[in-house]
């Protein structure tokens, strides 16, 4: 399962900033001229997920799958029948906004056989500065239970290390051993850490290693 996959599952913990980056990557493959869509399979949790940025989607041409009660005060965990058509060719690139942990991506174990069968890559995102990750070993154990509750096997790691609007430069750096370490723990390639537009100052270059990203998910409060 490749990089190329046209299917892409993100997925990792709570909290860890799967939302944005499914964003950032569905705005930026949008940008290059193809047919996009993206499934919002977070069932569980009613806050951060792909569902609440659907205008920002359609704006850029982006086809929205969302929950069926996704937008309302009910949160009731149902698929949209429409999710199975991401199956088709005419859906294009797809990224699956999973679940948190293992609760959240349980609904990906039905989707399993036809996922394995179409192909897909599956990025496991992390985040040192979030509660019950904040170790590699943590870390390590929370993909197990995730793959496990999905059905599905990660392809690749994404650090995605950041204090929100506080983060700087050298917090960026300082979760590079936490990422090296459980790439290592886990078997998968670090495909890459995230720098937010908002951790860099003027003239700061981007290291290498890392790829800058867009803050599209905001609190409710800002």
């Not at 939302?19 to 399979?41: K, M």
């Not at 960026?172 to 951790?199: E, M, N």
Request: charged share 20%; proline share 5%; net charge negative.
């Amino acid at each position: 399962m490749s990089e190329q996959a046209r299917i892409t599952v993100v997925c990792g913990h709570y909290g860890c900033g799967k939302t944005n980056l499914t964003l950032n990557l569905a705005l930026e493959a949008a940008a290059a001229g193809e047919r996009v869509t993206v499934a919002d399979l977070d069932i569980v949790n009613p806050y951060f997920r792909s569902s609440e940025y659907g205008g920002l989607l359609e704006e850029h041409g982006v086809r929205l799958i969302a929950p069926v009660f996704a937008g309302t005060t009910l949160d009731t965990p149902t698929l949209p029948p429409e999710l199975y058509s991401i199956f088709e060719p005419q859906a294009g690139r797809v990224f699956i906004d999973a679940g948190g942990d293992n609760a959240g991506v349980t609904a990906l174990g039905g989707l399993h056989g036809q996922l394995e069968e179409t192909g897909y890559q599956m990025l496991y995102v992390i985040n040192r500065y979030r509660v019950l990750s904040q170790t590699p070993e943590e870390a390590a154990a929370l993909l197990g239970e995730i793959e496990a509750a999905s059905r599905l096997k990660a392809t690749a790691l994404v650090n995605n290390s950041h204090l929100g609007v506080e983060t700087q430069l050298q917090d960026l750096l300082a979760a590079l051993g936490f990422a090296q370490r459980t790439s290592q723990l886990t078997g998968l390639p670090l495909l890459y850490s995230t720098a937010p537009d908002f951790a860099l100052k003027e003239g700061e270059p981007l290291p290498e290693g890392f790829r800058p990203v867009k803050r599209y998910v905001k609190f409710m409060w800002e």
